[in-house]
Each structure stands twice: as structure tokens, then as C-alpha cells.
């Protein structure tokens, strides 16, 4: 039992917990809601369900790959041996089911079109059959769409109007899910070559990927500085995500496992970005 918890655990990536979880708890407050049980039942939803079945049927239908990545098998990414694979698939059902319940029964048809999504592209992002990460460009449409649609949950379920600047800072946060993705598949252009299989960063070879996630970046960044002060100062920690994803400008196929270095320094970009937003969000609406 301790064995498939660890594995369960180790593949759902939790130092990215925070990526999905934030979204809905912010939204939800911002749509006009409080801290009471449906914000909760979301929050801890989108912080390790979500994430339990979004990368475990990753790891399930990537693993010919990731045995080939020397990359994985740590924070970055599991790689689970095969008598693990239903365990995986079972607690990505088990885990999810209650609260998708939960989150249908008490939400708005707006919330309810959005959770949809949200689930389709976990599964279709990943799952044979389907497998849109092998799809260039749509591979980085729907990992952006994990981190952007529970946000548009929690923006909806309370049954409030999206207003123009949320739907301004939403627009960012998907171009900046976009990037994300595609910097992140600059790092495995050679593995997933070897593997056979197709991305982006194949498509378009590690440097205009590297060059196109790096504008990316920038846009989301710009879109940050049209929000009413003090948004600025978002936007100005956003611009540490243009200057990580620059370094790696002129990378080449062969040189495209560097651009690891650049994927560490996102992961914790993202705490030091989401503390500054946090941040700044309580310097508006508590102070």
C-alpha cells in the first residue's frame, strides 16, 4: 500500500501542485466568492486530483519515451514501471470522480462547460487514440488549457460575469501556459525524436521553438501591463520568464538538452512569480 501511494504521489509532480490549485482559488474569490466549502472542494480538486490524473495517465501512455529521457525520474517526472500502470489509471478515476460530482452539481452551466474541457484535455492530451501532444501546436493549446481552465471554473461556478480585465489576465496566463509547454518540449526535441514521437519543438526544431515560447512569454507579459495599476508590478516579474526562456535563443537540435537548465529555473520562477501576485492581490483588495 505504501509502495502505491509513494508512486501515486511521486507521478502527480507535486512541486506543480500550486500551478492548477491557484488558478481556481484565485478566480473564485475574484468572481465574487469566499472561502467557504465550494471554494475548498475546487481548491484541494485542481490541487492533487487534477494533478494525480493529469499526470499519471501522462506517465501511463508516455512511458516508451521517458524510459529514453534522462531527464525523468525526479521532480520533472516520474517514470513508472509497467505493474503500476493500472494503479494509475484507477486512482485518476477514483481520485477525480467525487468531486467532478461535487463541482457539476453545484455549478453553472458556464462552470460546467468549462470543467469539460478541462477534463477532455487532461485525458486527450496524453491518452491513445487521441495523444494531442503529438499534435504541433494543438500539443501546447491543450497543456495550456490545464492550467487556464480552472481558472475560467472558478471564475464561473459562482455564476459572476467574467469581467474585461480578467479575461485580459486570462489571456496571459494562456499564452504563458503556451510557452511553458513549448520550452519545456525544447529540452526533449532528441528523446522524443528517438521515441518517435512528434511536438512542437520537433516540428519547428529546438531553437524556433525557444524563439517562439521566448515571444510568447513577451505577449503575456504585455497583456499583464493593460491591467489597471498596480498590475505593473505582475507584469514586470513576468519579464523573469522572457530573460529565462532568451538564454536558450540560439540553441540548436544537438545543443537541446541545455534548455534543461532553463525548465529548473521555471519551476521555481513560479513560486517566486505567483508570491508577487499574491502579493499584490492583497496589497489591493485587503490593504
Not at 124 to 134: N, W
Not at 150 to 168: H, K, N
Request: a neutral charge.
Amino acid at each position: 500500500m505504501m509502495d502505491t501511494i509513494r508512486v501515486v504521489f511521486s507521478s502527480s509532480r507535486p512541486i506543480s501542485w500550486v500551478n492548477t490549485a491557484f488558478p481556481y482559488g484565485l478566480a473564485y474569490l475574484l468572481g465574487g466568492g469566499s472561502m467557504d466549502w465550494l471554494f475548498w472542494v475546487g481548491v484541494i480538486f485542481f490541487l492533487i486530483p487534477y494533478n494525480i490524473a493529469m499526470y499519471g495517465i501522462n506517465d501511463v501512455f508516455d512511458y516508451e519515451s521517458d524510459i529514453r529521457n534522462p531527464r525523468k525520474g525526479g521532480v520533472e517526472g516520474a517514470v513508472v514501471p509497467k505493474r503500476y500502470h493500472p494503479t494509475l489509471l484507477w486512482a485518476s478515476s477514483i481520485t477525480t470522480i467525487p468531486f467532478l460530482v461535487v463541482l457539476y452539481v453545484a455549478g453553472t452551466w458556464m462552470s460546467t462547460l468549462w470543467l469539460t474541457i478541462s477534463v477532455f484535455a487532461v485525458i486527450a492530451y496524453s491518452a491513445a487514440g487521441l495523444r494531442f501532444k503529438e499534435r504541433p501546436l494543438l500539443d501546447a493549446i491543450t497543456s495550456s488549457t490545464h492550467f487556464t481552465s480552472p481558472a475560467l471554473v472558478g471564475a464561473t461556478i459562482t455564476g459572476a460575469d467574467i469581467s474585461t480585465a480578467m479575461w485580459l489576465a486570462l489571456g496571459s496566463f494562456f499564452l504563458w501556459g503556451m510557452a511553458s509547454q513549448i520550452l519545456g518540449a525544447v529540452q526533449d526535441v532528441r528523446a522524443d525524436r528517438e521515441a518517435g514521437l512528434s511536438s512542437i519543438a520537433t516540428a519547428m526544431g529546438a531553437r524556433g521553438a525557444a524563439r517562439l515560447a521566448t515571444m510568447l512569454y513577451l505577449a503575456a507579459a504585455a497583456l499583464v501591463f493593460l491591467l489597471p495599476s498596480p498590475a505593473w508590478i505582475v507584469g514586470t516579474a513576468a519579464l523573469t520568464y522572457v530573460l529565462n526562456s532568451g538564454r536558450f535563443w540560439n540553441i540548436t537540435d544537438d545543443t537541446c538538452e541545455s534548455a534543461n537548465r532553463g525548465w529548473k529555473v521555471f519551476l521555481w520562477l513560479n513560486y517566486l512569480v505567483g508570491a508577487v501576485v499574491s502579493m499584490t492581490l492583497i496589497s489591493v483588495y485587503l490593504v
